[in-house]
């Protein structure tokens, strides 16, 4: 049985950490640099807009642009994507003063809930468990969150670069000191087109972070700076769809059991949600852990099959698909964190670092109240007579002494009693919760999701065919993405090519965007892998499976709106 | 009231996608044609034919060259001449500057882009497709003159049989703006058969040709048709066929009067390239394709031995 | 020398027609009209290293200036925004007639356009607005140069090449085959927002509320509806014979 950690991409972290290069009078200062507009990194430069607005004198220091933040979508909301029923309570803190949640573009609420076990034809309503008890929480397009978040940041005097992807991490005298941003312009095989234009060392007193999910610079600085967690990160692949519907749906909904296959040897565990987002849109979306083992699973499809269900058929008759999108969620919870959330120069923020409670199913809060946070610690940082160091390892502190550790230490092996089960259905689990994580049941060994041995079943048989009106395939939903990426740039992902059989069958269909191909048999019992890069919506997943994901060129991959 | 309709002219002939703006005047009204440039009044008699009752006819120096702006002076004066309410063209680099330079001079309407034009509750209503074709609207004026741009090919050019035209020599007064642009070189076109962008026919492969070498069928049948030879997504990425020629999302957007397809599968990035075509045949071996849904012939069989055939045929045809 | 790039900020992503007011929806993002990238090169490949002034214009809700700051970043020097809530819904007279109220107060030397708007598929403006203006006019420039007090344009028609010459001031329309856009660079970007950004309400034109919007159009979009089905689509198996199925076919449809 193959594993695909055995054919490990040709990557290394080493090639993605530079000193500046540029000469000194064409390097670009900034204050304080935050990588990423999503929930973490705007929070950062939200608070940090606050803090510069309420002390003139530290803003004096910090030149020209006191705050940027640099996105590699086209602007930010384009790359975000989530359920999402979020905790208010960061966003009240960071906002708390100027805005109530009112008037923040959400969908109100959560009006109810339910959750359901599936069978094909069956739908078992059970009480919803502690975790999943969402009262209190509210409805919101994580995209659009990001777009007021935007706004709010540059209102703030937070400058925000969108188009700009962060290639490589800027480290003089073993401290980060900024980023050296893609170039742009450059062809299939890597020449230079005639507009070629180059990137550029973006140089900064503090940088943070934000990157999201599988963060590419994130990754580099673990592996530079040595801080790894207990646990290696391992991921969810999440695809979800935002639907116009004839009905409105009056609550919010979480499956688990069908379509995934119970028996331990698949090791397929996830569920999925369905949110109202007002009245005339509902969005559905299916989680699955990367931890699964049949090369022939596709969550795409089985998100497409899951449709399929009378009880979703009903909820979704008469409406219309208008977005598709897909993201990995790092679900290796507390044990995965890295060891130190900052190094010298720089502060690790959000899903970047793994913050997502998978039982609850919430990160949203955790990235902003962590973006907070590092602002403030990247604040004290740039004071008159502050030892950095010490400055930002108060980031550490903040965090250990935040809700953001709590809750994931409540919830820390969670995942791993139940297989990474991430509804928890069980009393176990219950009583784990119930105890706030005082129930021990030891830590059981946590392994990369690409080291899972791999079967091969004809699981892609049973996934029902596209009609283009409930059912889809791929393409069509890399088309509801907005993904118009540019065809003839270079391939942003590291892969090794040639593969036995059942790995290239693991990628191509794990993608959710079949970016991966089985192309021809070598003879030698391997396959060559074909790629189309310009179908990748960054979800991230091939990095988990064995591959790396890199980010390509600023402003491609997925215009995401309503996800 | 007579309909006035804008004719060009090239190489001592009538343009055919004017001609057929004008047979469909014709068959709304009466309707008079109006020509500017060298030759113009002989070819009045041929106006006559598809349909118009009365020529204008303009052989000023002034619109020797085929440039706008002094042919704006020269209907301004025939439409003031003549009492026009409605003016027609029929799309064209020229006509279209024509048209929106002459909506500016009269404060007059244009709608563009229209593949139709009726008579409801007696007033006229154009019809346009608008969104890539995936919606029709019904435009209409307030307040005359009213002009209208039809896409190339909207109408066929068909004699109605008409007789010779009353014909009038027009000799404007131009505005000193409208002959300041002066010709001083021209290149005819290469003759390397149409660009995508220009043609009238497009053959396309797509994966299912199976390798490289057999983009042949596709420029064969290209060149039996006197058409361009397009690419998806697909078999550019698999370095089949160069990036210039792919049509789609991110490629070209192209409607030629007919599009062939061989082995396309009709994925939606592709299809948004290519569905205004007038008219799409596809041949794949796949019976479930996507492209099935959206063309009007639709083959299940193999490519590699229906093209040949096809571009065998269609010599015949032409000889 | 004062170059005016004329710009349009058009909905991204799937258009959608509002079926209220028949016109196109234009709540959502909105992007700069990628045919004017074209225009801003353009202007900017023109201006060099020298100080000829590049202005970005356009006409349009206050979101425009997001695309209008795209031509700063790109290397425009200033922007001028005309925005009043009673513009909108202008067709072409309207449009041509604003746009042109804006243009004489430039008083640029050049005025530059993209080959069309990527929402309304028009392709007219330039025409309209050159003969306002009461300029020459030149269109699908492919190849442009400035020399002396007047513009050499090389355009592409349906039968070649043609050169043409037009004194200054005059008005170009670009076709997208003339360049490639550059990017816009980091410091570019940073630095648009310091660049001059005007905004003109039509009042500060000196145009009537009358001459703009739809009581200054002169067309109206009547109904929207289904396009009519794609006629007799068939679907045949080959039996040997479906080359001359075809030939049939495309006979019958006087294509061959």
């Known amino acids: 049985m193959s594993r695909a950690s055995n054919f490990p991409p040709p990557f290394s972290s080493a090639d993605y950490v530079t000193e500046p290069t540029d000469p000194a009078d064409e390097r670009i200062e900034v204050g304080v640099l935050v990588v990423g507009a999503g929930p973490a990194g705007l929070a950062c430069a939200i608070r940090l807009g606050q803090l510069i607005e309420q002390n003139p004198e530290v803003a004096e220091r910090l030149g020209d642009v006191p705050v940027a933040v640099i996105e590699k979508g086209k602007q930010p909301g384009s790359h975000l994507l989530s359920g999402a029923v979020v905790n208010p309570r960061a966003l009240r803190r960071l906002l708390g003063e100027r805005f109530r949640m009112e008037d923040l573009p959400s969908f109100g609420p959560v009006p109810g809930e339910s959750v359901y076990v599936l069978t094909r034809r069956a739908a078992l309503p059970i009480p919803p468990p502690p975790p999943m008890r969402n009262h209190g929480n509210w409805i919101f397009s994580l995209s659009q969150l990001g777009r007021f978040l935007g706004e709010r940041a540059e209102e703030g005097g937070a400058v925000i670069l969108p188009e700009t992807s962060a290639q490589k991490l800027l480290v003089s005298h073993g401290r980060v000191v900024g980023v050296r941003t893609g170039d742009k312009g450059r062809g299939r095989e890597g020449g230079e087109l005639g507009n070629f234009e180059a990137g ?8 943070v972070l934000a990157e999201g999910t599988q963060g590419h610079l994130t990754g580099v600085a673990i592996d530079r700076f040595g801080l790894r967690g207990e646990d290696p990160q391992v991921w969810e692949l999440g695809v979800k769809e935002v639907w116009k519907v004839a009905k409105p749906l009056d609550r919010i909904i979480h499956t688990m059991g069908w379509p995934l296959r119970a028996g331990g040897k698949y090791r397929e565990f996830g569920g999925s949600f369905i949110y109202p987002m007002g009245k005339d849109m509902v969005t559905i979306g299916l989680v699955v852990g990367l931890d699964y083992r049949d090369a022939s699973l596709s969550v795409h499809d089985l998100l497409q099959e899951l449709k399929t269900h009378p009880k979703i058929r009903k909820i979704l008759a008469g409406g219309e698909r208008v977005q598709w999108g897909a993201k990995t969620i790092p679900s290796g919870g507390f044990h995965a964190l890295p060891s130190r959330l900052h190094a010298p120069g720089l502060l690790l923020c959000g899903d970047g670092a793994g913050m997502v409670n998978i039982p609850r199913l919430k990160g949203v809060h955790y990235a902003i109240e962590s973006g907070r946070l590092a602002a403030e610690a990247a604040f004290r940082a740039l004071q008159r007579g502050a030892t950095p160091a010490t400055a930002l390892s108060s980031y550490d502190d903040a965090v250990r002494g935040s809700f953001i550790w709590d809750d994931l230490y409540e919830v820390r092996n969670m995942r791993q009693v139940f297989g990474r089960g991430f509804f928890v259905g069980g009393a176990l689990a219950s009583a784990m919760t119930m105890s706030k994580g005082r129930v021990e049941v030891g830590k059981l060994p946590a392994e990369p999701d690409a080291d899972q041995p791999l079967l091969v079943t004809d699981r892609d048989k049973s996934y029902p065919a596209p009609d283009g009106a409930l059912v889809f395939d791929k393409l069509s939903s890399v088309f509801a993405s907005g993904n118009k990426t540019r065809d003839d740039q270079p391939n942003h992902i590291r892969l090794e090519r040639r593969v036995p059989s059942d790995v290239a069958q693991l990628w191509a269909h794990m993608c959710p965007a079949q970016v991966y191909e089985v192309g021809a048999d070598e003879g030698d019992g391997t396959v060559r892998v074909e790629v189309a890069p310009s179908n990748c919506v960054q979800c991230g997943a091939i990095t988990a499976k ?18 | 009231m007579p309909t006035l309709v804008f004719l060009e002219h090239h190489g001592g002939e009538l343009q055919k996608g004017s001609l057929g703006v004008l047979a469909k005047a014709a068959s709304l009204g009466d309707a008079a044609a109006v020509i500017a440039g060298p030759g113009a009044s002989a070819l009045a008699g041929e106006a006559g034919r598809y349909g118009a009752a009365k020529v204008w006819a303009c052989e000023d120096e002034q619109v020797a060259q085929a440039v706008p702006q002094p042919r704006v002076d020269v209907l301004a004066q025939v439409v003031a001449d003549g009492g026009y309410d409605t003016v027609l063209f029929a799309n064209s680099v020229l006509a279209a500057d024509v048209a ?11 709608n563009w882009d229209l593949t139709g034009i009726e008579f409801q509750d007696g007033e006229l209503v154009g019809k346009r497709p608008a969104l890539q074709d995936s919606v029709y609207a019904d435009v209409g004026w307030t307040g005359t003159p009213r002009l209208a741009l039809f896409r190339a090919g909207s109408f066929d050019a068909t004699p109605t049989g008409g007789g010779d035209p009353e014909t009038t020599g027009i000799s404007p007064a131009y505005r000193p703006y409208s002959t300041a642009v002066k010709l001083v070189g021209q290149d005819a076109e290469a003759a390397s058969g149409p660009s995508i962008e220009d043609a009238d026919v497009i053959v396309a492969g797509g994966r299912g040709l199976g390798a490289p070498e057999s983009f042949t069928l ?10 361009a030879v397009g690419a998806t997504r697909a078999v550019v990425d698999a370095g089949w066929y160069p990036y210039s020629a792919q049509i789609g999302q991110t490629g070209k957007t192209v409607s030629p009067k007919l599009y062939v397809a ?11 390239g290519m569905q205004s075509s007038g008219t799409i045949v596809a041949i794949n071996k796949d019976p479930n394709a996507p492209i099935f849904e959206f063309s009007d012939l639709g083959v299940v069989g193999d490519v590699h031995e229906i093209a040949p055939k096809l571009t065998e045929l269609v010599r015949q045809r032409k000889r | 020398m004062k170059i005016a ?17 028949k016109r196109l929806d234009r709540a959502g993002e909105g992007a700069l009209n990628h045919f004017d990238a074209n225009a801003v090169e353009e202007a900017l490949r023109l201006k060099g290293e020298s100080d000829i002034e590049v202005v970005a214009v356009s006409l349009g809700p206050q979101k425009a200036l997001d695309s209008l700051r795209k031509a700063l970043a790109m290397g425009a020097d200033r922007a001028l925004l005309v925005s009043d809530d009673a513009a909108a819904g202008s067709d072409l007279v309207a449009t041509s007639r604003l746009l042109a109220a804006a243009l004489e107060r430039e008083g640029a030397d050049l005025v530059l356009f993209g080959q069309q708007a990527s929402d309304a598929d028009g392709a007219v403006l330039w025409a309209a607005v050159a003969e306002r203006l009461g300029r020459p006019v030149v269109s699908q420039a492919m190849e442009l140069a400035v020399d002396g007090g007047s513009v050499r344009v090389k355009r592409q028609t349906e039968f070649g090449y043609d050169t043409l010459e037009a004194p200054l001031p005059a008005v170009v329309a670009v076709s997208d085959a003339i360049n490639e856009p550059r990017y816009p660079s980091l410091k570019g970007i940073m630095g648009a927002k310091k660049k001059p950004q005007d905004v003109l309400s039509l009042a500060g034109l000196g145009v009537d509320a009358g001459d703009v919007g739809e009581a200054g159009s002169r067309t109206t979009v009547l109904a929207l509806g289904e396009p009519p089905a794609r006629g007799d689509a068939r679907k045949i198996e080959d039996d040997g014979n479906a080359a001359q199925a075809i030939v049939d076919f495309l006979a019958e449809k006087r294509l061959v």
């Open chain 3, 5 to 21: 790039v004329c710009v349009k900020h058009v909905p991204e992503g799937p258009a959608h027609l509002d079926p209220s007011t």
């Open chain 2, 218 to 227: 596709a420029e064969e049948l290209a060149k039996a048709l006197g058409g």
């Open chain 1, 200 to 207: 550029s060392d973006l140089v900064a007193k503090v940088t």
């Open chain 2, 100 to 110: 929106a330079g002459l909506a500016a001079r009269l404060d007059a309407g244009l």
């Open chain 2, 262 to 272: 061989l082995g396309v599968s009709g994925a939606i990035q592709h299809k948004v």
């Open chain 1, 546 to 563: 064995g591959g790396r994901l890199t980010p390509p060129e600023g402003g491609s991959g997925p215009e995401y709106s309503l996800t």
